[in-house]
RNA sequence: GGGCGGUUAGCUCAGCUGGGAGAGCAUUCGGUUUACACCCGAAAGGUCGCAGGUUCGAGCCCUGCACCGCCCACCA
């Protein structure tokens, strides 16, 4: 006998390690199966469970399991990422709190790489664990890593041979430089915010000119001290006859040659801009146009350096800011200070203020990649769900610049760079077919150097739904699951990291990685705030699965995945479906305790019963919603439709309708019920699986004596055969009407039926009297009990909706009925016009001669058939009142 | 500045191709019916942001406006 509700915390661990040691997660060997294949967003190695992954794992999850159920050969190809800087960050903070003295650069690059490794075996992926919890179904005998070796190949090929297709390059260019952690960053990763700051705006003396000043502003006083220039606009008439000139930089007394220059808008500022062409993006291409001269102020951790004044060397950037403004203002060259908000580049992992910075790196020419990217959506290839978020891919691809790849770090993949003395470069996958090259190349036997770099974590990542699939060897997966089906992910990496699996997929593959990319929201607190650490309002997934369990956690995010929106998470509604799943658990209880059993000779086709007929061909519609809902990626579509059957279909009102015949006399219509309840139930086990594995595989096992786990059942099909048109419009019609006279009686304060047990227990003489004076009840509940397998009138058989109809009895005369049918009549005397100003509701009647023919009779034959009950309600009311 | 999205019941949100305004929670009323109080029944609550337009008919389509949010690019 089942207890009176689920338990997750004994369920949950234990059906998992039977899910996993019975090898379901695996793709079978079943060759004739389609495949279907998905990689999952690998996890940072650092990460740990939060609201994002849940989401994104429980949808992919419920893919997964669907197309499993569908009988296609399921692979779920996890692994995680090593996340360069995250961990890097991350294993340098254990050494500071170790207290020992000992950083980064004291042990050096190889005991540091060792012991990155080592805290990545004892506490990296953890997450799994915490996926696991979640239910998600990944097939952990195959999980990868993004330096593990087979990657790491994967990664050196691709480097080497775009190299030598000359789309990998190494250049000198300004790059956004994080002097916290001392690399170059991507474009990507720098975030900008708005800051309070200033606007100085700064004389600068003309070279020949006695107290002749051109004045520039500035909002980083500190780069003056790499000035090379001053432009100007060519039709700004103040500044025209300096063009040629030479202002002269204070402080430092370096000549600026004043340009003439678009870039310069006279509306801004002062219309003179001080050129900073080393650490300013768009003073470097005026730098570049005009032949200025790049002098670079600052070391890697933005101190000043030797190619300013002597005086002003090794000051932190903004110490330095200060005392530039401090010098101006003393000099009398400070013209004015205003408030000035602006937005200032951070890095997205230190949080400090990037810094354009002129160095060598290496850049893939993602222009280049991005053109078959690009392509292949716009032909179909891969499509975005929701669709608008092409406009997003297409508008970053368009205008995308050279990605800079190379990161001055440690814990990544090494470039496959090697220099020679002089400085020439040997890109080979390993260091001795480098120095082949060189001795090639020179003749004869040199020592090389390796690049020190290692390369932007977002690299491997792209390679991931190839190079996780055995590439660069062509192995049996690669060619069964690649390209892979759907991509299920947050949009916040679309550019990140889609876009870039489609350059390379592309480039290597000659495919498209996968033929669907779903985008999910970002799940928000209650709030719509954006949860991070700083406000305090992350939400646990964790703790609310210790609270509901998976399943409610996982049905939430299910229900609430409609697309192209947030999700403001809200702890009431994952109570409300781990009610739903004791619902579930209870109905279960009950067909157990009616002794409801799957017969082997059931059919759904051939019943007799009408409550009967009707539930499974509910059923098959059910299904048929779940199945579009989860095959349109509408989530909260499939999740709303189980819920909906389950709770207010099965629940509500067929385990209702079903009392009379299992508790009554009638073994043929009890068997037949009994069977039917155990196919239904069984039916909605299949349907909710996906979406909650834990509590359906449980009461799977305990409903039944079973062969097979549910996770390896077969999904339902939607047969609509089953559908039985007469069956469903009684029972509607009958639904309909208990749902007016529970309501009547509801508001006419009429005891609940129970309370009359005369008439519950009764089926006595003065009862049937009574019914006999009024023959439309008679023939509602004759109606009433024929669908209910039972025979005539009352016994215990007819219980519920017999006891709200006989509960009207005494009081129907409190209806004022005659009222309501001058409303009528009034209404319909009226003329169109007036009636739509009365009730908008009747506004279809208005036009009935106007409308096309399908929509006329789709109208009428929708209010005759209210008009029809409403009039049977009425008459059979009118006829009691008169009794009364 | 460019782009995207949002504005529906007190709260959190559905509403897919234009045709009955919905769910969960909260509220109120009633309930000791042998599945379930994590329950059952009922009720109340909405000028679907504002203003126009198209249509027989608009929460949905079009135009404009207001407010909120996000992304991208930025003006020294």
């Keep these: 006998m089942l207890e009176k509700t689920f338990d997750p915390k004994e369920v949950e661990p234990r059906l998992y390690e039977a899910w996993e040691a019975s090898g379901a997660f695996k793709p079978g060997d079943h060759p004739d199966a389609d495949p279907f294949c998905i990689v999952i967003p690998p996890p940072n190695v650092t990460g740990s469970l939060h609201m994002g992954h849940a989401l994104n794992n429980t949808l992919q999850d419920i893919l997964v399991r669907y197309e499993r159920m569908r009988g296609k050969d399921v692979l779920w190809q996890t692994g995680m990422d090593h996340a360069g800087i995250a961990t890097q960050m991350v294993v340098e903070r254990q050494l500071e709190e170790d207290g020992g003295n000992m950083s980064r650069r004291d042990m050096g690059r190889e005991a540091f790489i060792e012991r990155a490794w080592q805290w990545k075996e004892e506490s990296g992926g953890t997450i799994f664990n915490q996926l696991r919890r979640l239910g998600a179904s990944c097939d952990w005998s195959r999980e990868r890593f993004t330096m593990d070796e087979g990657l790491s190949k994967a990664v050196l090929k691709v480097f080497v041979s ?29 975030v900008s915010r708005e800051t309070a700051g200033h606007l100085w705006h700064f004389k600068y003396p003309i070279e020949g000119e006695e107290s002749r000043f051109i004045t520039v502003a500035t909002t980083r006083p500190e780069t003056m001290l790499g000035d090379t220039g001053v432009a100007v606009h060519p039709d700004d008439d103040r500044y025209k006859d300096l063009v040629g000139k030479h202002a002269v930089l204070p402080i ?162 090494q470039i496959p760079a090697w220099y020679a003395e002089d400085g020439e470069v040997f890109v080979a996958e390993t260091a001795e077919e480098a120095l082949a090259q060189a001795e090639k190349h020179f003749g004869r036997k040199v020592n090389l150097q390796r690049d020190e770099d290692v390369l932007d974590t977002w690299f491997s990542s792209a390679l991931w739904p190839f190079s996780t699939l055995g590439w660069p060897d062509e192995t049996p997966e690669l060619k069964r699951f690649y390209k892979t089906d759907v991509l299920v992910t947050g949009f916040d990496i679309i550019f990140f990291w889609v876009a870039r699996m489609m350059m390379m997929g592309l480039h290597f593959m000659n495919e498209v990685p996968f033929h669907t990319v779903y985008i999910h929201a970002l799940v928000r607190d209650e709030k719509g705030q954006k949860m991070s650490k700083s406000k305090g309002n992350i939400v646990n997934p964790l703790e609310l699965m210790d609270e509901f369990g998976a399943d409610a956690l996982r049905f939430t995010l299910a229900a609430m995945a409609a697309q192209g929106r947030d999700i403001k998470l809200a702890k009431s509604r994952i109570e409300g479906y781990r009610n739903f799943g004791t619902k579930l658990w209870n109905a279960t209880r009950f067909c157990e305790m009616n002794e409801c059993a799957i017969d082997a000779n059931f059919d759904p086709s051939k019943l007799e019963g009408t409550v009967n007929k009707w539930i499974v061909g509910e059923t098959a519609r059910a299904v048929a919603a779940v199945s579009a809902g989860v095959e349109g990626y509408r989530f909260n579509e499939a999740a709303g439709a189980a819920y909906r059957f389950v709770w207010n279909i099965f629940c509500d009102w067929f385990l209702e309708f079903s009392k009379p015949a299992l508790t009554g006399g009638d073994d043929k219509a009890k068997q037949e019920t009994r069977a039917t309840a155990a196919w239904v139930r069984d039916q909605a086990l299949r349907l909710l699986h996906p979406f909650m594995p834990f509590i359906t595989e449980e009461l799977w096992a305990r409903s039944e004596r079973r062969e097979n786990m549910l996770i390896v059942e077969s999904w339902p099909a939607p047969d609509v055969a089953l559908f039985d048109k007469a ?48 023959e439309s009840l008679i023939e509602v509940l004759a109606r009433v009990s024929s669908i209910t397998e039972t025979a005539a009138i009352p016994e215990k058989a007819v219980q519920i909706v017999l006891g709200d109809v006989l509960a ?63 009039a049977k309600l009425e008459d059979a009311l009118n006829r009691l009142k008169g009794a009364a």
Aim: glycine share 6%; aromatic share 8%; hydrophobic share 40%.
């Design 162 to 190: 775009l190299y030598r297709e000359g789309l990998i390059y190494k250049d000198k260019r300004l790059v956004n430089w994080d002097p916290k952690l001392q690399t170059a960053i991507s474009d990507l990763e720098v």
């Design 727 to 774: 069956a469903h419009e009684e029972m509607e019609w009958v639904i309909e009407l208990i749902s007016e006279i529970r309501s009547v009686r509801s508001e006419m304060n009429v005891p609940a039926a129970s309370k009359v047990p005369l008439l519950i227990k009764g089926a006595d003489d003065a009862v049937r009297r009574r019914l006999e004076m009024h």
């Design 252 to 413: 430092v007394g370096r000549k600026l040659p004043i340009v003439a220059d678009d870039y310069a808008d006279p509306e801004q500022g002062t219309g003179a801009v001080k050129i900073t062409p080393a650490h300013d993006f768009n003073d470097f291409e005026v730098g570049r146009r005009q032949g200025l001269e790049m002098v670079n102020i600052f070391d890697a951790q933005a101190h000043t350096n030797e190619n300013v004044p002597e005086a002003w060397r090794g000051i932190e950037r903004f110490e330095a800011r200060k005392k530039v403004v401090a010098e101006m203002e003393r000099l009398g060259l400070l013209a004015a200070v205003e408030d000035h908000a602006h937005q200032v580049p951070y890095g997205d992992r230190s949080g400090d203020v990037v810094e354009p910075w002129l160095t060598d790196q290496w850049y893939v020419d993602a222009k280049t990649l991005a053109q078959p990217a690009l392509e292949a959506v716009r032909r179909g290839e891969t499509v975005f769900v929701p669709r608008n978020w092409e406009k997003t891919y297409f508008e970053w691809l368009e205008n995308i610049q050279p990605w800079c790849v190379s990161r001055q770090l440690w814990w990544g993949h």
């Design 808 to 870: 009207i009895l005494p009081l129907a005369d409190v209806i004022d009925l005659d009222q309501e049918c001058v409303r009528l009549e009034k209404e319909l005397g009226k003329t169109q016009g007036e009636i739509k100003k009365i009730d908008g509701k009747l506004s279809n009647a208005q036009f009935l001669s106007k409308a096309p023919e399908h929509v006329i009779e789709e109208q009428r034959a929708r209010r005759s058939e209210a008009e029809a009950l409403a």
